[in-house]
């Protein structure tokens, strides 16, 4: 019955009661029945009737009041579970979109640990990545001073819990990991741990590492929450780690390729140039020998401009190796920063344009790698050919394709003239290739006094997200 309900019958059933009496006193034809000592009992009758009902009704009452109670203990532990899980599922959220922030693989593991420590709500983190063969190549831990770092040595050899843990492949909590049945204890120098939870990272069926985390704080043990909370975290990890060891192998092999193109441009380009300087500073040293310094003077400017054409050269390749090494913070920064240094050392102006969304250039690694390499290659035809007092390189995107096109407003070419593996067209050639082997389009217009176009098409499925 509802308390609205209740009350009514708490004020109505009294009534009713002693309406009924006096019916009946008053009907009957027996002259007892209202005499006062009758009415004196009836009185007492109805003084008792009344005391048990309100006993009854506030019972109920109690009963009602209890429960709400209970329910309402419920509710707020249940909003209370809900907060927490809420604030879980933010902190996981932010947790994924930092890890998306940095390309640098020692990075991404660092910041994996850190972010499962945190939440999980852990005194104590580590990270074990494994090899082919499950051995530990690397530990990387959070929580620890550099000095108790040193004091536990070298790298665990996945004994003990960390060993099981590889063994069952699936998330493991432990109340006290000295209790635990397969505990082997601690080295030397390492601080005690209690509550354990581990987490294996899985890619695509293969297993990348083991997250294992130690004493939770605010808690005896690590819950099912936690575990849950750090399972989803996982996922995210195993393919942020994944994404940065594949952009760091294609790093190294695009270093090694710049590597090898440095060594041919400094044969077929760099050489010659070395060459011209000896037989210019040979040629002046002869004339001052004999006296013909205005000839010389003439043989020394030439020596000047073909030794600034080797300083650019040279520190053109350096400043492209050092573009591909610094790629963690994104194409469009990383672009703008080169072209900013291009511009400084070579004294031609350079515009950077998007005509998209920045954050919809998730290009994967090896397609970042050669649209730069096509820009560098595209801007030292500017320099050394072009003569252009403004060049723009724009970059867009849309749903079938990711765009590149560089323009200068040079002096031009004829696309008509063979290569002959001089001037622009070994550079084009270069680029075409680099785009070819993305499955992309390459296009070049150029007309000669008005400049030059170049577009690169890449396909959608070069994209990062796919």
Excluded at 292 to 304: G, I, K, N, P
Excluded at 373 to 395: D, G
Aim: negative net charge; proline residues 3%.
């Amino acid at each position: 019955m509802s308390l609205r309900g209740l009350r009514w019958v708490t004020v109505l059933a009294p009534l009713f009661f002693l309406g009924f009496i006096e019916f009946v006193r008053y009907t009957l034809p027996f002259q007892i029945l209202r005499s006062w000592p009758f009415s004196l009992a009836l009185l007492a009758l109805f003084a008792v009737t009344i005391l048990l009902f309100s006993r009854m009704v506030l019972d109920h009452v109690e009963t009602v009041q209890q429960r709400l109670v209970a329910q309402n203990a419920t509710l707020t532990q249940l909003e209370e579970n809900a907060r927490l899980q809420a604030a879980k599922l933010r902190g996981l959220h932010q947790a994924s979109l930092a890890l998306v922030e940095d390309l640098s693989l020692d990075a991404v593991l660092q910041r994996v640990v850190d972010l499962a420590k945190g939440l999980s709500q852990a005194r104590y983190g580590a990270l074990g990545v494994f090899d082919d063969d499950g051995n530990i190549t690397r530990f990387i831990t959070s929580g620890l001073t550099n000095d108790e770092r040193v004091r536990i040595g070298e790298l665990p050899k996945g004994l003990g819990l960390l060993g099981e843990l590889h063994k069952l492949d699936n998330p493991t909590l432990v109340r006290d990991i000295s209790l635990h049945h397969s505990a082997v204890g601690f080295p030397l120098g390492h601080p005690r741990m209690t509550s354990f939870l581990g987490v294996p990272l899985h890619f695509k069926g293969r297993l990348l590492g083991n997250l294992y985390l130690t004493d939770k704080q605010g808690a005896p043990e690590f819950s099912e929450s936690d575990s849950a909370i750090v399972e989803l975290f996982a996922a995210v990890a195993a393919v942020a780690i994944e994404n940065a060891r594949l952009h760091e192998q294609v790093q190294h092999l695009a270093i090694e390729e710049e590597r090898q193109r440095i060594a041919r441009e400094m044969h077929d380009g760099l050489a010659q140039i070395l060459a011209y300087v000896n037989v210019k500073a040979g040629a002046a040293r002869r004339l001052l020998s004999l006296g013909r310094a205005e000839q010389a003077a003439q043989e020394l400017q030439q020596l000047e401009r073909a030794a600034q054409d080797v300083y650019i050269e040279v520190r053109e390749a350096i400043l492209g190796l050092r573009t591909m090494t610094q790629g963690t913070q994104g194409l469009p920064v990383v672009l703008q920063q080169y072209l900013d240094r291009f511009s400084d050392l070579t004294g031609v102006p350079v515009d950077l344009e998007f005509t998209c969304d920045v954050a919809d250039l998730a290009l994967s690694p090896e397609a970042e790698v050669q649209l730069i390499r096509v820009i560098q290659e595209a801007l030292s035809n500017v320099r050394k050919h072009a003569r252009a007092s403004r060049t723009v390189v724009r970059i867009g995107v849309d749903e079938r394709c990711t765009t590149l096109e560089v323009m200068d407003d040079g002096q031009g070419f004829s696309t008509d003239r063979p290569a002959f593996g001089q001037g622009p067209h070994f550079g084009l050639q270069t680029m075409r290739e680099r785009v070819e082997s993305l499955d992309g389009n390459f296009t070049v217009s150029s007309v000669v006094g008005r400049g030059t176009h170049i577009t690169v098409r890449l396909p959608r499925s070069l994209r990062e997200n796919g």
